[in-house]
């Protein structure tokens, strides 16, 4: 098992950037693949961005592309994720997530999770 602890959600004007940091308590140069996931009330959880254990290969739902960037720092044992020109429609929960494998994008795939960290965003 890891552990995850998300970091750096909170009350944000449309139009700003946020990043988000997951703390990892296993080395982020280990074989697993780091997410992140949502999940706003009333929907399920999904898929928002996964970068690949030990070669930096990055994936991204569709909604996020251009607007998110996952990152990681092997040195902090940590993972990013940076949103930029933040709007309503990016409010909710987000998570972070690890799996011993390749990258998949359903949750059921992975078995470690933080507790959550919450974005909410006015215009």
Known sequence: QVQLVESGGGLVQAGDSLRLSCSVDAPTSSPYTMAWFRQAPGKEREFVAAIARIVL??????????????????????????????????AAVYYCAARGGGNRTEANDYDNWGRGTRVTVYS
Do not use: C
């Open 57 to 90: 290969s990055k994936f991204y739902a569709e909604f996020a592309k251009g607007r998110f960037t996952i990152s990681k720092d092997n040195a902090k044992n940590e993972v990013y994720l940076l949103m930029d020109d933040l709007q309503p429609d990016v």
